[in-house]
């Protein structure tokens, strides 16, 4: 069986916009939609996060960071910060924090690192339409739903197992 790499967006994918606004309530912090998703300590939405994790945990996957918190904190406290708030398994790096689109810079992560069977989950369609379908999960509006669902972790598992086997 092939190792799987997961790059891995984080808005819209393990929390979404009602999420943090009621964790930002329950710190008493006011809720304005301008508020950058990394600055609070808000955690992820808790069927997202075990729908992620459940992936993560089923086929091993290495994880990528494709999200722009790379951009916010140094890659240490940046798995700390994740694994803190519930997300399990092997954070292996950041794609770069070049002027690069999200494409471009899992693009240049796989080339570098000779990445073999990978998946990608995004939020954001601009970000993984180059890539063929069979290496993505797309979840539409997740930062305005409800990010990563069971619907979405069964694609994975299917596009995976084709990807591995």
Not at 28 to 42: D, M, R
Not at 112 to 126: L, P, S, T
């Amino acid at each position: 069986m092939k190792k799987i790499t997961l790059f891995l967006d984080i808005d819209g994918v393990l929390n979404n916009r009602e999420q943090l606004r009621q964790d930002l309530e329950k710190l008493n912090f006011p809720w304005h939609e301008s508020i950058p998703k990394t600055s609070s300590n808000a955690g992820f939405y808790p069927p997202s996060l075990g729908y992620v994790n459940e992936y993560i945990e089923r086929f091993n996957a290495d994880i990528v960071i494709s999200s722009s918190w790379k951009n916010y904190f140094e890659l240490e406290k940046l798995k700390k910060k994740l694994h803190d708030n519930g997300l399990v398994g092997n954070i292996v790096g950041c794609t770069s924090s070049s002027s690069l689109n999200r494409a471009a810079e899992i693009f240049e992560y796989g080339n570098r690192n000779q990445i073999g069977a990978f998946m990608i989950f995004e939020d954001a369609e601009k970000s993984i339409k180059n890539f063929p379908e069979k290496n993505w999960v797309f979840v539409e509006d997740g930062w305005i739903n409800s990010g990563f669902e069971f619907k979405h972790l069964n694609e994975a598992i299917e596009k995976t197992e084709k990807l591995i086997l």
